[in-house]
Nanobody
Framework: QVQLVESGGGLVQAGGSLRLSCTASGSIFSINRMRWYRQAPGKQRELVAAVITDGGSTTYADSVKGRFTISRDNAKSTLYLQMNSLKPEDTAVYLC?????????WGQGTQVTVSS
């Protein structure tokens, strides 16, 4: 069993920055990859960024390339999402996801609101 807890969301003006954190606990061994998703009201959940835990290869949605950076601190079992040059369209609930073998785990989400 894996537990994920997100933090760092809040209200920020357009052009500002925010760093989200996702701390994993429980049976965290053999997690293959971790991802950040986001979901805005009335819209489908979308993949924002992902990282392979072995090797550190990363991928990003086209809408956030050059602005967001996904990273890990393995010693702290924590995943980060550094968000720069934020836009109003980035407003959403951001969710942390971990894939471990055949299981998919989710956090509860943290709200990010970007004002124009």
């Amino acid at each position: 069993q894996v537990q994920l807890v997100e933090s760092g969301g809040g209200l920020v003006q357009a052009g500002g920055s925010l760093r989200l954190s996702c701390t994993a606990s429980g049976s965290i061994f053999s997690i293959n990859r971790m991802r950040w998703y986001r979901q805005a009201p009335g819209k489908q959940r979308e993949l924002v960024a992902a990282v392979i835990t072995d090797g550190g290869s990363t991928t990003y949605a086209d809408s956030v390339k050059g602005r967001f950076t996904i990273s890990r601190d393995n010693a702290k079992s924590t995943l980060y999402l550094q968000m720069n040059s934020l836009k109003p369209e980035d407003t959403a609930v951001y969710l942390c996801n971990a894939l471990q073998r055949y299981k998919d785990y989710w956090g509860q989400g943290t709200q990010v609101t970007v004002s124009s």
